[in-house]
């Protein structure tokens, strides 16, 4: 079975700073996705990046980029020049194509923006 | 394009009562999914539909929870009689099937409290 490790349960980081936050996965699949999902306070999640396992080339979307090294099943995400806006819950979250196309949630990283 | 809708967005009952939430999806979502978060943890998936047929219920505690997705658009799950331990925050999200089903959309919950 597959399973999302979060080691982070809070972190913070200064406004316009970078920050990373890591995710390790296990798994048996050689084709997947692999998602950062944003959880504000407000409880609405939005996704923030996704990764096909098959792309080599990692993610990008404005200020949130990933790390993918799937040999060592890792999937880290860098928020640029981070704003207050970016105070969260973030998920990260493993996806196997094909049949119920489910996800397995990491237990999620608690990001505070400080002023 | 509206979201995903849900309601009500907050409830209290007592123990051993029961109650219903409501949820639409994005129109042509023909995926519908129920989600369990208790606080501090990750969504765990509780019961996904494809149109009005079940995928995936296997964590789904079925001696009190189930849910219906009769007309394959709205859904609503109940929990029957509610315990301590069922406070928490239930999430509905949608998708596409297949591939382009990767990213899931999520309303924005209702948090249910049993006292």
């Known amino acids: 079975a597959q399973t999302v490790t979060q080691s982070q349960p809070e972190m913070s980081v200064q406004e316009a700073e970078t920050v990373t936050l890591s995710c390790t996965y296990d798994?048996?699949?050689?084709?997947?996705?692999l998602f950062w999902y944003k959880q504000p306070p407000s409880r609405q999640m939005i996704l923030v990046i996704r990764q096909e396992a098959y792309k080599q080339q990692n993610a990008t979307e404005n200020r949130f980029s990933v790390n993918f090294q799937k040999a060592a099943k890792s999937f880290s995400l860098k928020i640029s020049d981070s704003q207050l806006g970016d105070t969260a819950m973030y998920f990260c979250a493993f996806m196997k194509p094909g049949g119920a196309y489910k996800y397995i949630f990491g237990t999620g990283t608690r990001l505070k923006v400080l002023a | 394009e509206a979201g995903v809708a849900q309601s009500p967005r907050y409830k209290i009952i007592e123990k051993r009562q029961s109650v219903a939430f409501w949820c639409n999806p994005i129109?042509?979502?023909?995926?519908l999914y129920w989600y369990q978060q208790i606080l501090g943890q990750g969504p765990k998936l509780l019961i996904q539909f494809q149109n009005n047929g079940v995928v995936d219920d296997s964590q789904l505690p079925k001696d009190r929870f189930s849910a219906e997705r009769l007309k394959g658009v709205d859904s609503t799950l109940k929990i029957q009689p509610a315990k301590l331990e069922d406070s928490a925050v239930y999430l509905c999200a949608s998708s596409l099937w297949g591939p382009k089903g990767s990213e899931q959309y999520f309303g924005p919950g209702t948090r249910l409290t049993v006292t």
């Open positions: 798994t048996s699949e050689n084709n997947y996705y």
């Open positions: 129109s042509g979502h023909a995926t």
